[in-house]
Each structure stands twice: as structure tokens, then as C-alpha cells.
């Protein structure tokens, strides 16, 4: 891997970091027990590891391959990808509500890409389509199993918000950056992204064989995820969670920077389009109320994003139980 460029040092929190933990459910996609094994890890954990997902990994070398390239350039040079409104490239602040972490990234639209990336745009444009296409059908295939799990007809419920051409998807490349420095002064790490759930309906998350990704548990305690470079990471999103009216959880989670070694991870946010309306599907109330009021993707998206990371988003969208 190449040296990269540092982004400049902000005074983050340092954390102590904790052991790997090794429970984290793990579903092999080729199985037929996949669709019980899906539905209890999003119900326990949203969030489980997923082998035999179908997606080449040569188009996962590939497409690290020119992240590396580009995190590699002359910060200058990467800035002409410009700010991340809506694509783009950032460095250290996290949205527009004030959060930094020791992250730089790529935000990419999939229908619309910066007009620079780096020394070869158009090598760099089809790693990231053809590692789109692959893993959007994983998550599709993903969605459809939890669809089977939950008896819901049809069973394209949830998947055809991605394949809709107005989804509103979002990809991301992020690298942290190694920072020995501080962190061999106290024993802890510094955040390189802060504590979030994320608002689409799914997150597919790949990373390098870099440690630093940790999920919260129902009990408040995190964890840290051991890295898998073959594998990828499933988060359940808010949108999910108040579509099965809460049987699933999204799931909190974070990263912190590695000492010694830089992270390259790639993300794939499936969104639904801006007008498609979110709330309880009606085949999941037979007897019981609703928790949620019924908004709008652009509503939800809105709102998440005016917040900080670490806020309760769905509270805002939560009913309250009469007395």
C-alpha cells in the first residue's frame, strides 16, 4: 500500500479501544439456512457478516487498488475532486453540523460522478460501476431473503427501492489515516468516524485487512469487529427499522484510527428514491400499532443530516404511546 497524504490533526476524543469480539453473527449467502440465520441477526444485532456473497474479488482489488491511488495523491490534487455537495471529496468534516474525525473520503453519487478523479477518471469510474453493480445485487438478494423471512408479499418490497432508477444511493470511500504519534502516548485511539446509525434502508461495508470498525450491543457495550478483507459487513438503517416497524434495530457503530497502519473502506448506502414514503408496512401490523409516523425518504434524509452523528435521529419521528 502506498504512503498516503495526512490530513491535518484536530484535537479528537482518544477512546480505549476494546477486544475483538468474536460472536458477531456470520452468514453463509449459499446456505438455505441463510433467510432464519438473516432474520435473527438483524432482530439481535443489526448487523452480521456475510461469506459467499457472489461479489468477484477482483472487482473488490480493483476498485481498492485505485482508492489507494487516489488517498496516494498530493492533497491539492484530490481537492479537485471538490467538496462533497453532494459528491466529492472531504477531509475531516463529517456533514454540516460540525463533526470531524481523522477520515478523508470520496462521496459518490452512482448516477453521478466528480469530472476529476485522479490520474485515470475513467479507470477509477468503471472499478466503482462494476463493484456497484455487483454489490447493489448482493444487498437486493440480502433484502429479498429478509422479505422470505418475514412472509412479506411481495418479496421485492424492500429491493425495489434500490433497483428503482430514482433510488437515492449514496457510495463512500474512506481512509484513515495511521497516527502512532498520540496514540502511543495514552494507549488509545482516536475517532476516525463518530457513533452513528445509518438513514438508508442498508449499508454494505467493505474494508482492507485494517482492525478499527466497532458496533454498539443492545446493552450499550461496543465491540470491536475483526476485519475480514474477503467478507463484507451488513448494517441494518433507520429506514429498515421503521419499515418492519422495529423487529429490526439499526445498528450504532464507529471507527477508530488504527496506530500503525492505514484503513481503506468502501461503503454502499441503498436508499430509496426522495419521494418514496417510509413507515410500518401493513403486513407487519396485523395487532399491533404502529411506532412510527409516516415520512418521507427526503424528510428523514433532511433531518438526519442537519443533526450531529451521535443524535437519535428517529426520535423526531417516533409516535408517543397514549396514556
Not at 75 to 82: F, H, N, R, T, W
Amino acid at each position: 500500500m502506498g504512503v498516503f497524504s495526512k490530513p491535518a490533526i484536530e484535537q479528537l476524543p482518544l477512546i480505549r479501544n476494546c477486544m475483538p469480539f468474536s460472536g458477531i453473527p456470520l452468514i453463509d449467502l449459499s446456505q438455505p439456512d441463510s433467510k432464519a440465520l438473516l432474520i435473527e441477526a438483524c432482530q439481535e444485532f443489526g448487523f452480521f457478516k456475510v461469506i459467499n456473497h457472489g461479489v468477484p474479488m477482483d472487482l473488490i482489488s480493483k476498485l481498492e487498488a485505485e482508492a489507494v491511488n487516489f488517498f496516494s495523491l498530493p492533497l491539492s490534487e484530490k481537492e479537485k475532486a471538490g467538496p462533497p455537495n453532494p459528491s466529492g471529496y472531504g477531509n475531516k468534516r463529517i456533514g454540516s453540523s460540525g463533526d470531524i474525525g481523522r477520515v478523508e473520503y470520496l462521496l459518490l453519487n452512482p448516477q453521478s460522478f466528480p469530472s476529476v478523479f485522479g490520474q485515470n477518471p475513467d479507470m477509477f469510474r468503471s472499478a466503482v460501476s462494476d463493484y456497484l453493480s455487483a454489490v447493489r445485487k448482493m444487498a437486493c438478494e440480502i433484502l429479498e431473503l429478509l422479505a422470505d423471512g418475514l412472509m412479506i408479499q411481495p418479496r421485492n418490497v424492500f429491493s425495489k427501492l434500490l433497483m428503482d432508477e430514482q433510488s437515492d444511493s449514496v457510495f463512500r470511500l474512506n481512509h484513515y489515516p495511521p497516527y502512532p504519534e498520540r496514540q502511543a502516548l495514552s494507549g488509545k485511539c482516536m475517532i476516525g468516524f463518530g457513533e452513528h446509525t445509518d438513514p438508508q434502508i442498508i449499508s454494505v461495508l467493505r474494508s482492507n485487512n485494517t482492525s478499527g470498525l466497532q458496533i454498539s450491543l443492545r446493552n450499550g457495550n461496543w465491540i470491536s469487529v475483526p476485519p475480514d478483507e474477503n467478507s463484507f459487513f451488513i448494517n441494518v438503517g433507520d429506514s429498515l427499522q421503521v419499515m418492519t416497524n422495529g423487529r429490526f434495530q439499526s445498528v450504532k457503530h464507529r471507527v477508530l484510527t488504527n496506530s500503525c497502519k492505514s484503513r481503506v473502506s468502501m461503503i454502499y448506502f441503498g436508499g430509496p428514491p426522495l419521494s418514496e414514503k417510509i413507515a410500518p408496512l401493513p403486513s407487519l401490523m396485523e395487532g399491533e400499532e404502529s411506532h412510527y409516523k409516516e415520512f418521507t425518504w427526503f424528510e428523514y434524509k433532511r433531518s438526519a443530516y442537519n443533526t450531529r452523528l451521535a443524535d437519535n435521529r428517529l426520535v423526531f419521528f417516533q409516535k408517543v404511546a397514549a396514556t
